[in-house]
């Protein structure tokens, strides 16, 4: 064996699986901008995504936004600086964690969802009998659910930003002797609307690559249950993989 | 050979990696015909319907529809060539989150821009050919048999009346009487709307029903056609073979 061969046989791999996913993200963004529009399909899938992921959501930005102002205060009581928990936990739920936690929720939920509803759907030919029907799927099954997630994830991120900063502020009045309206003020005082943007912004970005990759390995699935399975546990991992990675480098942008 | 063929497949090659699946498909259809492809088990000839429809890719060799090549095609011209097909899936393919009568309406609702009344009238109308009552209309296909399936899948590729009708396996998993009722179906289509169709079967009854030709293919070949009449003195090794269901002969099922 030849280990330069391998090497050189896994990045070519690799680099297929890529251009694959540009391609694939291009047919769907020309779908998108271009009519027909199938706006029943896309007000469905903004309930799928957006309304029935509001628990999950919900509940996620709570208990991390509690944790991190106990973690915040422990931390800032070893510099005497635990009046700085509003501050922190503002910037820390809106810039950084509110997108990303909430996201990684989703591509849990949604691209698993979206993965396996399409990969059945391919396994069964309904795709085939689409295409036979003179139905383009990247515009009536792809494009709607694209287009629900850049709509719903930022409006979901903003609903977790809210209520992580309530789950701060709930522990600290609570468990940590912190007077409520002061609370509220520190917080509304030092949060600048860039960094609930730029959050926003992140979150728009991972609900393309939530919806995207659910698409993508549905449309990929192998023959079989087994190969649904398969596309299901793919789309979950490489859009949790991608959301990380696109936060890096948006995160690099918006310093 | 014909005059004017619907459809003309010359020298269709196609194969999935190491594996080649259709070696040099040659193949006239009339219009107004029906031909019947019959071979064993994984021949080819669902991915031979396959690559006519434009959901698979030929790697060499030509497909004309109307004289009209569509090998090669994008997206948006399949889509206008579709326009003129029907097709009725091996394993039925409806959609299930959607009820008896928009999947039968599909095509009109979202490709064609009809209204959704009107085009639920012409699906009902649909339905009542393939003798489904009408009070099957708001169901979804899981709560239908696997015959009942059937009949949606046929009323879903008659509705529009296509010029073309493709059916794979039409009469498979259905009991003898169903599948008698299957078979008169499609030739009642063929021979009421005018329609080219091909189908694909295993079952040698329902070939002789549906089919004016029978072809077999065979390594990917097509090694005899004739008319429906002929096939049981085809004078054919390979076609006597399938025809009286035999273990013994040139085609060795077991074997590589
Ligand atoms: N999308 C695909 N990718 C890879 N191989 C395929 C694909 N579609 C079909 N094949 C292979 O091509 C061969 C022919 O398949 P096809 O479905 O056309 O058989 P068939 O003649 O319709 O058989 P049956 O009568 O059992 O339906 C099979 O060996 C199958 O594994
Ligand atoms: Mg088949």
Known sequence: ?255 | MIDKPKISISNLHKSFGEKQVLQGIGIDIAAGKSLVIIGGSGTGKSVLLKCILGLLQADQGSIKIDNTETVGLNVRQQEKIAAKFGMLFQGGALFDSLSIWENVAFRLTHADGISKAEAKELAIEAMARVNLPARNADLRPAELSGGMQKRVGLARAIVTKPQILFFDEPTTGLDPITADVINRLIREQVTELGATAISITHDMASARHIADEIAMIFEGKIIWRGAADDVDSSGNAYVEQFVNGSADGPINVMGG
């Open chain 1, 1 to 255: 064996m030849n280990p330069f061969a391998s090497i050189g046989r896994a990045t070519l791999g690799f680099l297929t699986i890529i251009g694959r996913i540009i391609i694939f993200s291009g047919k769907c963004l020309m779908a998108m901008i271009r009519p027909p529009w199938f706006f029943g399909q896309i007000g469905r899938h903004i309930i799928n995504i957006g309304y029935f992921s509001l628990p999950v959501v919900g509940l996620t930005a709570l208990f991390t936004g509690a944790a991190l102002a106990l973690n915040i205060y422990t931390g800032g009581a070893r510099f005497n600086a635990e009046s700085f928990v509003p501050n922190i936990v503002g910037i820390g739920i809106t810039r950084e964690l509110g997108p990303v936690l909430a996201s990684l929720m989703l591509a849990g939920r949604v691209s698993a969802a979206i993965a396996a509803e399409i990969g059945a759907m391919k396994v069964t030919e309904q795709i085939d009998a689409l295409r036979t029907l003179s139905t383009d799927p990247f515009r009536y099954l792809f494009a709607p659910r694209i287009i629900a997630a850049l709509i719903t994830v930022p409006l979901l991120v903003l609903v977790a930003d809210i209520i992580g900063i309530f789950g701060g502020y709930a522990v600290a009045t609570q468990s940590l002797d912190f007077n409520g309206a002061l609370y509220v003020r520190n917080t509304m005082n030092f949060i600048t609307g860039w960094d609930v943007a730029s959050g926003l912004i992140k979150a728009t970005v991972f609900g393309f690559i939530i919806a995207l990759m659910g698409c993508y390995h549905g449309y990929n699935s192998e023959q079989g249950a087994q190969g649904v399975g398969r596309a299901t546990t793919n789309a979950v991992v490489s859009a949790a993989i991608l959301i990380f990675a696109a936060n890096y480098l948006l995160t690099t942008l918006f310093v």
